[in-house]
């Protein structure tokens, strides 16, 4: 069954180390995107991919990088230049990175809650 | 600058009767909006979308109404049921992006 597959569901790490959020789709869609959400916040976009190896920037990317070598995968790499990792990190899909009045419908998985101590 | 705006962080409304959730946005280049819901520790599901030309768009139980010269939409659940009780996310959206609200917690009370 088709859908989107984010692992581990928690991660702790120490501060200084770079951790990688693994996200795979096999919806066979375009466009993958990842966020944030902290306590009492809404989603903030950190990158999307519209289409395979190429991904732009969102709303709050310094201190994470991306890859997209492949349809299925969009690995998040939070790295030690990010200041609060601590949080809760989404990653979504949709069938194409969207055009003018068209509903981009974006399904998300479960989620990873990533602690830094 | 927050371009979608929820109010009221938490709603409480009694089995069977009507959820009136409320969203303010002041982007008025979005294409269309999107309503969410969140349960604690799980990813958002979509629930229902409404296009920038439309007012109104019925799925089910869930209603939403936009007023464009307010910027104002609201989600309406009718009838409210405890498995309604989530975070509700107000989404507008041009193109790619999607711009969520910061949530609005809906606890219905058997």
């Known amino acids: 069954d088709g859908g989107i597959t984010q692992s581990p569901k928690y991660l702790f790490r120490k501060e200084g180390q770079n951790v990688t959020l693994s996200c795979e789709q096999n919806l066979n869609h375009d466009a993958m995107y990842w966020y944030r959400q902290d306590p009492g916040q809404g989603l903030r976009l950190i990158y999307y991919s519209q289409i395979v190896n190429d991904f732009q920037k969102g709303d709050i990317a310094e201190g994470y990088s991306v890859s997209r070598e492949k349809k299925e995968s969009f690995p998040l790499t939070v790295t030690s230049a990010q200041k609060n990792p601590t949080a809760f990190y989404l990653c979504?899909?949709?069938?194409?990175?969207?055009?003018?009045?068209?509903?981009?419908?974006?399904?998300f998985g479960p989620g990873t809650r990533l602690t830094v101590l | 600058d927050q371009q979608v705006k929820q109010n009221s962080p938490s709603l409480s409304v009694q089995e069977g009767r009507i959820s009136i959730l409320n969203c303010d946005y002041t982007?008025?280049?979005?294409?269309?909006f999107l309503w969410y819901k969140k349960y604690p520790a799980e990813g958002p599901t979509f629930l229902i979308s409404?296009?920038?030309?439309?007012d109104k768009n019925e799925d089910g139980r869930f209603t939403v109404f936009l007023n464009k010269s307010a910027k104002h939409l609201s989600l309406h659940i009718v009838p409210s049921q405890p498995g309604d009780s989530a975070v509700y996310f107000c989404v507008g959206a041009g193109s790619y992006q999607l711009t969520f609200g910061k949530g609005t917690k809906l606890s219905v009370i058997p």
């Open positions: 982007n008025s280049m979005f294409d269309y």
């Open positions: 409404i296009s920038s030309i439309k």
């Open positions: 979504a899909s949709s069938p194409s990175g969207g055009a003018p009045g068209v509903v981009n419908e974006q399904f």
